[in-house]
């Protein structure tokens, strides 16, 4: 949770971390959970300056591609500044990356901010191709109160043509 505010704050994003951890032991550390985390941990003697010797993480879950089959999905690796340039972050990202094979994925997709100049590098060195910029790919986002006016408008109208859902 420490790390996954971290970034959040990197990102002056800090306000939008709503969850808990009891949240996400409940959804990613239980027998059916519905994402992963790798965790990146130094030996006690090579801890950080404030004394955490988990120093990085990255974050993915199972998603599916109509085109494709299986996607493996990344959306947070994140590294503390101090140990970044140590191989942390490649480590993480080619752990990720054995796990999408193992489960038969055609791809890693991960999300990733413009926010630290080094991150694209840092992927395309990497095999990554930016979709955004080649195949002109968006991603959007509909949050929980713009999501419940959206079910609530259309429940006040009624549909013109008839559907079964």
Known sequence: ?????????????????????????????????????????????????????????????????????????GEDLYVMPEFRGRGVGTTLLNRAAKIALEKGCSQFRFISAQKHPATPDFYHKRGAIDVTLQDNWHVFRIDRGPLAKLVEERAAKPNPVPLQL
């Open 1 to 73: 949770m420490r790390l996954v505010r971290e970034l959040a704050l990197s990102h002056k994003a800090l306000r939008q971390v709503t969850i808990s951890p009891e949240a996400l032991e409940k959804d990613g550390f239980k027998k059916d959970a519905i994402f992963g985390f790798l965790v990146a941990e130094v030996p006690p003697a090579r801890k950080s300056k404030e004394g955490h010797t988990i120093v990085g993480y990255q974050f993915h879950y199972m998603t599916y591609c109509t085109w494709d089959g299986p996607i493996f999905f």
